[in-house]
């Protein structure tokens, strides 16, 4: 357990203290956004690489037992979760480095963090699915990250260009559908689709089917 508590640390630190703070354009000035990049993405790596091995070595005990109703609860909740990272990566996301900032389409207008959401809703559903200490330190260490992280980049987004953080903020949220219901925006189903939600069903199924063969466990 030590060496998975260190390999979380490590995860969670360099997402928290590096990816999106003063820290990292003090670091992008001295050796540019493009080698910075390229470090951030090994560092990443070699730091989940860590994490995974350490929690499959990890000693843990059982908190609880996730009842079968349970189970298929969260089940169900991963397909918006699949959703979401669909609708994350078929519409470009101002808030991704290098897409231009424009006025917020698809996903985008429910949450400006699609991805992350569906990495928190992930993490959370196998921490409760789960129930042991080892996995509550493995999936708690990337709802940390994906939850935390979403303040971070608002952060560096409002470094990075005042007048487009502006308007981004201001025509989205956080929180899913909270823009919407505070009338700053409207949600446009055209712009998501059935294909986005086909997309994310379809690869929410077959994990669903393959998780056994994959992971080693039946979701149920």
Do not use: C, Q, Y
């Amino acid at each position: 357990m030590t060496m998975l508590l260190l390999a979380a640390s490590i995860w969670i630190g360099i997402h928290l203290g590096l990816a999106g703070t003063t820290l990292r354009d003090a670091v992008v000035r001295r050796m540019g956004d493009l080698a910075f990049r390229g470090v951030f993405s090994l560092l990443s790596v070699v730091a989940i690489v860590f994490l995974v091995r350490s929690w499959g070595s990890a000693s843990t005990a059982l908190l609880w037992v996730a009842p079968g109703w349970l189970r298929f609860v969260l089940a169900a909740v991963m397909l918006p979760a699949f959703v979401l990272f669909a609708g994350s990566v078929m519409v470009p996301n101002p808030t991704m480095v290098g897409v231009p900032a424009e006025a917020p389409r698809g996903m985008i207008r429910v949450t400006r963090h699609p991805m992350l959401w569906s990495f928190a809703i992930w993490a959370l559903v196998h921490m409760l699915g789960n129930g042991d200490t080892a996995s509550l330190v493995f999936f708690g260490s990337f709802l940390v990250t994906a939850l935390a992280g979403m303040p971070s980049i608002d952060a560096k987004l409002a470094r990075r260009d005042k007048a487009e953080w502006a308007a981004l903020s201001g025509a989205t949220s956080i929180l899913p559908f909270g823009a919407i219901a505070a009338g700053r925006n409207a949600f446009v189903w055209r712009e998501i689709g059935w294909k986005t939600v086909a997309v994310g069903a379809v690869a929410w199924l077959v994990v669903l089917v393959l998780h056994p063969r994959m992971f080693g466990v039946s979701v149920f």
